[in-house]
């Protein structure tokens, strides 16, 4: 019990003994709900897919302190047709094509009782992707996701972009 509470500890220093900042620690002392949707709809060759995650997070700590990360929803939606091959149903390999946009948008942190100013705000990607479904058991997966939106909240840095891989194993 001692290791997985170490594991999830939020008491972490630097090499200085300050503690580190809460983004840094493995654990956020916090019990967080997490609200979900996904809807989706496929016609032939061409899908739909839409998805919604909301975080209500509880509060937490970071060394001495009391935190707690901002309230978010992350949010999705995302075109995909299959180009090879043409023809639907079942088949051993299958190449698909997407393009979504997808974003995240963040309330502010509080440490310490006070707001922390330079948190929270919303960023919105576009995303095309490739997917390979390997003989029905296996989903190989790369997007690309590209910022066209910001609007964070006083001095933040920002991502341009971001490149994500999957590998899915279906049972």
């Known amino acids: 019990m001692r290791q997985l509470r170490r594991l999830v500890s939020t008491d ?3 090499d200085q003994g300050e503690y ?3 983004h840094l620690q493995l654990g956020t002392g916090s019990t967080d709900v997490l ?6 709809h496929a016609g032939g060759r061409l899908s739909v897919s839409a998805n919604a995650l909301m975080s209500l997070t509880g509060d937490g700590e970071t060394g001495d302190r009391s935190h707690q ?3 978010s929803v992350n949010y999705d939606v995302t075109a995909k047709c299959r180009v ?6 079942g ?3 299958a190449w698909f094509v ?3 946009v997808n974003g995240e948008a963040r309330d502010h942190e509080h440490l310490g009782g006070g707001r922390v100013a330079d948190s929270g705000g919303h960023t919105v990607y576009v995303t095309p992707g490739l997917q390979y479904v390997v003989a029905d058991k296996w ?11 910001h609007d964070l909240n006083e001095t933040q840095l920002g991502e341009n972009y971001r490149v994500l891989g999957s590998a899915t194993y279906l049972f």
Do not use: C, K, M, W
């Open 139 to 149: 989903i190989l997966e790369a997007t690309y996701q590209y910022a066209v939106y």
């Open 84 to 89: 090879s091959p043409r023809v639907t149903g």
């Open 20 to 22: 580190l900042d809460s």
């Open 12 to 14: 972490q220093h630097n």
């Open 35 to 40: 609200l979900g949707l996904s809807v989706d």
């Open 69 to 71: 990360f901002g309230d």
């Open 91 to 93: 088949s051993e390999d």
């Open 98 to 100: 997407s393009f979504g």
